[in-house]
């Protein structure tokens, strides 16, 4: 264990944590959404610093490797099931069933892909979504209790804000599944031809080579006088 997997351990804790200020009425009115979405403002950015420190440090584990993405997809699916229920004017039941159905997909096509060797490396649509999700979240625990608030003398529409995150993160997740999926089709098609040629070229080179000698079944055998 090192520091950055301990921030990830930390992310992973935030998880129960976040689900438990959603559900709780202990706190007084509008208390409640700020604590909930400064938690989940804190997870999401140590998802950036436990992978820099890593990088930074010489501390690339095959555990941190495993609890970074893990830590992400509780954090977001959880957030998401839990707005289902928390603010579902905002969150309806088929957004949170895309965004678990994405996160399946993509952990499936990369358990294949390190099966057949390979990896696929996050593309800048992933890390598009992950901010809007981010955003989208925020957006929609914060609508809970305001719909729209002041800032001086300009009024932020946290309504809209909320509803157009939602919207653009569900085209972003579906183009990124899409995306994903393209990248590991022409990476498993080109391993599958690889194997089919070096197959091919085993075969070849293990025929009996014939030089025009007759092989020694067919050579009459010396006659005793």
């Not at 609890?67 to 099931?81: E, F, G, H, S, W």
């Not at 929609?140 to 804000?161: C, S, T």
């Not at 009996?208 to 067919?218: D, E, L, R, S, W």
């Amino acid at each position: 264990m090192n520091l950055p997997n301990y921030i990830t351990l930390s992310r992973i804790a935030a998880v129960p944590l976040l689900l438990f200020v959603l559900a709780s009425h202990w706190f007084a009115p509008g208390e409640r959404e700020l604590c909930a979405s400064g938690l989940f403002i804190l997870a999401s950015i140590t998802d950036g610093i436990d992978g820099y420190l890593a990088r930074r440090r010489g501390q690339i584990t095959t555990l941190g490797m495993l609890l970074d993405p893990l830590a992400d997809k509780l954090m977001v699916t959880a957030a998401y099931i839990a707005l289902v229920w928390f603010n579902p004017s905002i969150v309806a039941p088929w957004v949170a069933v895309i965004v678990l159905g994405r996160e399946f997909l993509v952990n499936g096509l990369r358990s294949i892909a390190a099966t057949e060797g390979f990896t696929i490396d996050a593309s800048d649509l992933g890390k598009l979504k992950m901010v809007v999700q981010i955003v989208s979240v925020v957006a929609a625990i914060l609508d809970h209790r305001w719909q729209a608030f002041m800032i001086g003398p300009v009024i932020v529409n946290v309504r809209l804000i909320a509803v157009m995150a939602v919207w653009f993160m569900v085209t972003v997740s579906l183009v990124s599944a899409i995306d994903y999926f393209a990248a590991f089709w022409s990476k498993i098609d080109r391993t599958a031809t690889t194997r089919r040629q070096r197959r091919k070229r085993v075969s070849i080179l293990s025929r009996p080579k014939k030089f025009g000698v007759t092989p020694a079944a067919a050579v009459e055998p010396p006659r005793e006088e």
